[in-house]
């Protein structure tokens, strides 16, 4: 009896969730108005054969990978320091390090503008050192699109593999130390298997953010560098083409659900590695 009335508590969150999201989400990807879900299907296909549509694909996918890649990179060892800290700034510094995610997306990409811009500080850090004669125009760039994204996502890469990183003892680390091995092979042996989950999640997040975010892209990237983002944005609101759009929306859930499964898949070979 108790665990009916358990089950119908998640009853009304379950409805707001199909009413809400669900139903509508399929509605969109499938069949939007004034479009069947054989035209969608049929655009999708156009799209998957056509050359400029799988290059913003292979674009979308190549700087996901590149910023997943940097997030875990740069993250996960500022992560680890955080959490093997004993000073009492260590909360400070964490709270510091996830900051960023309080500010407005657009406020943080506005930063690069004046930074990457001709006139920006890079460019006249250059010009004034005598290295170029004219400053670079670096945005409009898969460079700028990266830094971006690194900078949009590195803290959700921090937070997920801090709390990992912190479930690991401490003491495995000593425990390795005293056994012989260094600090860079009691890394990789000992914290990296460990906190494995957490890396996954890391990925995950970033990844599937970073190949779904717009506002980083169309500033930074402009139509020279268009992703499925700023390509779904452009269907569904320069050209109202409704069926290309739905096939756009419909690759990028594919690649948000491909990438979840793998990470699934991946968490449980690490976990039982």
Do not use: H, K
Request: glycine share 10%; charged share 10%.
């Amino acid at each position: 009896m108790g665990s009916r009335r358990q089950g119908l508590l998640i009853v009304p969150g379950l409805a707001v969730l199909l009413a809400g999201f669900l139903i509508p989400s399929v509605i969109m990807l499938l069949a939007p108005p004034g479009v069947t879900t054989g035209e969608v299907l049929a655009r999708l296909g156009r799209m998957l054969t056509d050359p400029f549509d799988l290059t913003i694909i292979g674009r979308t996918i190549g700087l996901g990978l590149i910023v997943t890649v940097l997030c875990l990179t740069l993250g996960f060892p500022l992560a680890y320091l955080l959490a093997r800290s004993r000073s009492r700034w260590a909360g400070l510094l964490l709270a510091l390090a996830i900051f960023p995610l309080l500010l407005s997306n657009v406020v943080r990409t506005f930063g690069w503008l004046v930074i990457l811009g001709s006139n920006g500080v890079i460019g006249q850090a250059l010009t004034a050192l005598g290295l170029v004669e004219d400053a670079p125009q670096l945005l409009y760039t898969p460079v700028a699109i990266v830094l971006g994204l690194t900078q949009l996502f590195m803290p959700l890469a921090i937070i997920a593999t801090y709390s990992a990183v912190a479930q690991v003892p401490a003491g495995l680390d000593e425990a390795a130390r005293g056994l012989g091995a260094g600090r860079a092979r009691t890394f990789w042996d000992v914290v990296v298997p460990l906190s494995w989950p957490g890396v996954v999640v890391a990925a995950t997040l970033v990844f599937a953010g970073s190949i779904t975010a717009y506002t980083t892209p169309y500033l930074l990237g402009g139509s020279r560098q268009r992703m499925l983002s700023t390509q779904l944005y452009s269907y569904s609101t320069a050209t109202l083409d409704w069926a290309a759009a739905s096939a756009t929306a419909l690759i990028m859930t594919v690649l948000v659900f491909a990438v979840s499964g793998f990470s699934t898949l991946a968490g449980r070979r690490g976990a039982t590695t």
